[in-house]
Each structure stands twice: as structure tokens, then as C-alpha cells.
């Protein structure tokens, strides 16, 4: 009877104008508005959350990422390119000594490159067990590696040192030199790919890392120094001096293992540091200035014996540097270095 009582009911109501006036403008514009907000604020709501849970779920990729990363990288010590390239991007570190951080972009540039050569140059295979054998010596020796460089680094920062462009350009020019002359950048640059797997500027990277530490060496080692000028001031006093008995008694009065020595005919441009180069500039019996090669490994004070148009024949004495692997060897020793990986 209720629901026969209503339909009864509306047919007797008027019907609203559906007409709009001024009157009832205001009327209208409400209602079509109040119809529109049911459908804004739903999505506007709904956009919110939408914000939220692609922040969450952002973050949460970001940790996961991280973590494999993590794990790939130090227990797993992935060796992979494309975890090398992470770390040349990521400075992360794989030791530390005396609180400087050793890079592990740096190790792994080392390490590659040396896996590299023995694949290519000497067909080793890294599957057999003497494979892993010099895989597991290759990586030991480039973290060291790594780890001296770094040591140099912050020696260099505390004596104010660095090598500019200008002398990481020269050293690389002379690299560069050979009988036939200079080698073009562009070969140069394919024999470093060929043997190292280096680019470039990876090269330049680890030839300026190079030359630092031994501009280091030279700055502390004030035995070797001490010992050079020792010679340079027993030649000055006798031209004549016999270079074989300098070096006995320059040994006998430091301590050092000073050494004497005869190349042999050798080429003018020899990769000898240099030496072969100095010699080819003096006369015959002639004993140069105090020689910086580019080996770094010391002084050498070098004698012209003979010369031709190609080759060079000299002797010479070698004040070899000693400080910094001895200053290198009491910081391990010490325990203040630390290694995030273990080989």
C-alpha cells in the first residue's frame, strides 16, 4: 500500500520548472557542480596514493639494487666489465691505508688488465688450475698495487706534489720515441688496447697515478739523495774516477746497494728510462748530470763509452730508491691497512 501511496503521491507534485532564470541561476550552477565533485575528488584521492606507493616502491627497488650491488661487488667480488664500470662511476672503496681510500675501480682497472694480457699474450687459460693460480697472483698484486697508489696519494697531498699535464704529456711522448721516430699517438694509443685493454684516458689515469708515486719516492728519500750528491761531488773532484769503484765506495759509505753497470751496444732510443737517449747527447768518456729515469727507480749517473749513428755503448751507476717501500712496508705492518675483500 506504502509504495502505491508514493507513485500516488509524485504524479500529484508539480514538476519543478526545468526552465533557468536569474532566480534560479545559483540553484543550478550548484548542482552541476556538486555533481562534478563526486568524480574529482575520487581521482584527485587516488592520484595521492598513487604518489605514495610509487615513492615506496622506488625506494624499495633502490635497496634491493643496493644489496645485490653489495653483494655482487664485495662477497661475491664480481670482476665482471660492467661491475668494473660501476666502480669507475661509484667511488667505492676496496681498502683503506692510514685512512686513505683505495678505489676499487683502481683495482679492478689493474686486475683486468692484467687477466687481459695473459688471455691474449700468453694464451692462459683462467678455467685450469694454473689459470686460477695466476688469477688469484694477479689479484693480489694489482690491490697492492692499488694500495701503494693510493699511500703515494696522500703522502703527495701532505708534501704538496702533483703531476701536471705538461709532464704526464712529455713522459707520454717519450714513450712515444723509437729508431724510426716518434710513433704516431694514434698507434701508440692501439698497442696500450692491444696489450692492456686501456683507453685512453685509462691509460693516462694509471700513467699520472704512476709518475706521482715515484715524484713521492724522490721527495723522501733523502739516503738516496744524500748518496747521489756524494758521487756528483767524487766526480767533480776527479773527471777520471772509475765508475766501478765510485759505486763500491759510495755503497761502503751509506749503506746502499749502490750498483755499477755496462749496457752493451744498445739502440739510441732504447727503453731503458732513458739512459740510452742521455748517452747518445755526451762525448765519448764524458759522465752525464744526475739522471731521473723514467722507470723511477733511482739515480743513475751515466758514462758515454762508444757511439755510432744507431747505437750507444755506456756504463753507469744506480742509486736505487729505498724509502718508500720501506715506509709502505711499516704502515702494513703497523695494521693500519684495511681490506674489504679478501683473495
Same mark, same amino acid.
Given at each position: 500500500m506504502k509504495k502505491i501511496f508514493n507513485k500516488l503521491f509524485k504524479k500529484n507534485e508539480e514538476p519543478e520548472s526545468s526552465r533557468i532564470t536569474s532566480d534560479t541561476l545559483a540553484d543550478h550552477r550548484e548542482k552541476i557542480l556538486a555533481g562534478g565533485r563526486k568524480f574529482k575528488y575520487p581521482i584527485q584521492y587516488a592520484r595521492h596514493r598513487l604518489v605514495i606507493n610509487a615513492i615506496i616502491i622506488s625506494v624499495a627497488a633502490l635497496i634491493v639494487v643496493? *644489496? *645485490?650491488? #653489495? #653483494? %655482487?661487488? @664485495?662477497?661475491?667480488?664480481?670482476?665482471?666489465? $660492467?661491475?668494473?664500470?660501476i666502480t669507475r662511476v661509484l667511488p667505492l672503496p676496496v681498502a683503506e691505508i692510514d685512512g686513505q681510500s683505495v678505489l676499487y675501480g683502481d683495482y679492478l682497472m689493474k686486475y683486468l688488465s692484467s687477466v687481459h694480457y695473459l688471455e691474449q699474450?700468453? %694464451?692462459?687459460?683462467?678455467?685450469?688450475?694454473?689459470?686460477?693460480?695466476? +688469477?688469484? @697472483?694477479?689479484?693480489?698484486?694489482?690491490?697492492?698495487?692499488?694500495? =701503494?697508489? =693510493?699511500?703515494?696519494f696522500k703522502l703527495?697531498?701532505?708534501?704538496?706534489?702533483?703531476?701536471?699535464?705538461?709532464?704526464?704529456? =712529455? $713522459?707520454?711522448?717519450? %714513450?712515444?720515441?723509437?729508431? %724510426?721516430?716518434? *710513433?704516431?699517438?694514434?698507434?701508440?694509443?692501439?698497442?696500450?688496447?692491444? /696489450? @692492456?685493454?686501456? +683507453?685512453?684516458?685509462?691509460?693516462? /689515469?694509471?700513467?699520472?697515478?704512476k709518475l706521482l708515486r715515484q715524484k713521492v719516492a724522490y721527495e723522501i728519500d733523502k739516503n738516496a739523495s744524500s748518496a747521489v750528491e756524494k758521487s756528483v761531488s767524487a766526480i767533480a773532484a776527479n773527471s777520471a774516477i772509475s765508475l766501478k769503484n765510485l759505486a763500491t765506495d759510495i755503497s761502503g759509505q751509506t749503506g746502499l746497494n749502490v750498483t755499477y753497470g755496462v749496457s752493451g751496444w744498445a739502440s739510441r732510443f732504447n727503453q731503458d728510462g732513458g739512459l740510452s737517449i742521455e748517452a747518445a747527447k755526451m762525448n765519448k768518456n764524458q759522465i752525464s748530470s744526475v739522471v731521473k729515469p723514467t722507470t723511477g727507480d733511482g739515480y743513475y749517473l751515466v758514462k758515454l763509452l762508444d757511439i755510432n749513428d744507431s747505437q750507444v755503448s755506456y756504463?753507469?751507476?744506480?742509486?736505487?730508491?729505498?724509502?718508500?717501500? +720501506?715506509? $709502505?712496508?711499516?704502515?702494513?705492518?703497523?695494521?693500519? *691497512?684495511?681490506? @674489504?675483500? +679478501?683473495?
Open positions: 643496493s *644489496v *645485490v650491488g #653489495w #653483494w %655482487q661487488i @664485495y662477497p661475491s667480488q664480481n670482476t665482471s666489465e $660492467f661491475v668494473y664500470r699474450k700468453e %694464451q692462459v687459460d683462467l678455467k685450469t688450475e694454473d689459470g686460477k693460480r695466476q +688469477s688469484k @697472483y694477479m689479484k693480489q698484486q694489482s690491490l697492492d698495487d692499488a694500495i =701503494a697508489d =693510493a699511500y703515494a703527495a697531498g701532505k708534501l704538496d706534489l702533483s703531476v701536471s699535464d705538461v709532464e704526464l704529456e =712529455a $713522459f707520454l711522448k717519450s %714513450q712515444r720515441q723509437s729508431d %724510426q721516430g716518434e *710513433v704516431s699517438n694514434q698507434t701508440y694509443e692501439a698497442v696500450i688496447a692491444d /696489450y @692492456y685493454n686501456w +683507453s685512453p684516458d685509462e691509460y693516462r /689515469y694509471v700513467t699520472k697515478n756504463e753507469y751507476v744506480h742509486v736505487p730508491l729505498s724509502t718508500f717501500a +720501506s715506509d $709502505f712496508k711499516g704502515v702494513i705492518d703497523a695494521g693500519k *691497512v684495511k681490506k @674489504y675483500i +679478501s683473495l
